[in-house]
């Protein structure tokens, strides 16, 4: 990496920056409302998941839980059927332990970034972007869009999945911070990452820092990051009928998908196998996972501990994503 820019360069990028954000920014729900709960509602669910799957999830829960009240006194079961298909579900869990926190604390979000990170469910990244954007705070965010911008913009080799690399980062994303206007600025550089600063193929000739852009030749050589193998895992699971009725369990606590339904893991202790009749294919974390759906039948003396659940009663409940499709294909 090169020299850092100085204060007269910041100041020069931020203004290009700003120029260029006035023009382009997308007209998003979330940017038209200063309530704080609304903007955490969008941050939560914008946590590595793409605006076109969270704007519909936005409207919907807003309608579902308009305030910080309602989405505390909530069922869980309700908080996390409005939540399925969005992924990653302890975000929502997340969201309803930090509006109990907020009502209990008199009902609003404090207007502090320390008091902020105090609460569940908010981290670094949140207590910045909800800070900012909601109250003005000058706090900087670093996101994975934040990232990809400022290692192009300077060429930095270090690898961001090491902890002193995201130290860096947020060093120089508070050098590039305009402490006069910290929403407009943190919304205009992940907006920069999210449509020009592509991850692959990036839009370095209408990038409106590209003149002051160290890595603009060689982008896509930034960020470095240590690749993690990527595991294939196969799973079997049951179909278990009774006229139009399906077998399904509820996913106990401490385990992966707790709280949501899904099909059972096929049992050779406990059931008989007829056949494969379907294959579905689903990504998590690590592991590529290819789940094969056989139809089976209960042995004697073996007992289901879930219930069995027509179409119509299977909409009402919160399945796990691949779950979800199956029932949907039966």
């Not at 793409?50 to 309608?63: D, E, F, I, N, S």
């Not at 992924?87 to 979000?109: H, P, T």
């Not at 056949?275 to 689903?282: D, G, L, P, S, T």
């Not at 209960?298 to 979800?324: C, D, I, N, Q, V």
Request: charged fraction near 25%.
């Amino acid at each position: 990496m090169k020299s850092l820019p100085t204060k007269k360069q910041w100041q020069t990028l931020r203004l290009a920056l700003a120029d260029w954000y006035k023009s382009a920014k997308r007209d998003l729900p979330w940017r038209r409302t200063t309530d704080p709960y609304a903007i955490t509602v969008s941050e939560l669910m914008l946590q590595q998941t793409q605006v076109v799957t969270v704007m519909p999830y936005y409207g919907r829960w807003l309608k579902l839980f308009p305030t910080w009240r309602s989405l505390a006194n909530a069922e869980e079961s309700a908080v996390i059927k409005a939540w399925e298909g969005l992924g990653y579900y302890r975000r929502a869990r997340n969201l309803q332990a930090l509006a109990k926190a907020v009502v209990n604390e008199g009902g609003s979000l404090p207007r502090d970034g320390e008091k902020l990170l105090a609460l569940p469910g908010i981290g670094p990244y949140t207590a910045a972007a909800v800070g900012s954007i909601a109250f003005g705070l000058t706090l900087a965010v670093v996101d994975g869009n934040v990232m990809r911008v400022l290692t192009r913009l300077l060429a930095l080799p270090d690898d961001i999945s090491r902890p002193q690399t995201r130290v860096k980062l947020q060093a120089l994303a508070d050098q590039f911070l305009d402490q006069g206007d910290p929403a407009t600025h943190n919304q205009a550089v992940m907006e920069l990452g999210a449509m020009i600063c592509l991850p692959r193929k990036p839009m370095c000739l209408i990038c409106p820092l590209r003149n002051r852009c160290i890595g603009r030749d060689r982008a896509e050589e930034f960020p470095v990051k240590t690749r993690t193998k990527t595991v294939q895992r196969m799973e079997t699971v049951a179909i278990l009928r009774r006229g139009k009725r399906f077998y399904c369990e509820q996913v106990p606590i401490g385990k992966p998908w707790h709280g949501l339904w899904r099909f059972p893991d096929f049992d050779p202790a406990r059931m008989e196998k007829d056949e494969v009749v379907a294959q579905i294919k689903y990504g998590i974390t690590k592991y590529s996972v290819t789940m094969q759906a056989v139809t089976a039948r209960w042995k004697p003396r073996a007992g289901p501990t879930g219930g069995y659940f027509t179409a119509e009663e299977m909409e009402t409940l919160a399945f796990a994503s691949p779950h979800r499709k199956l029932a949907r294909w039966l």
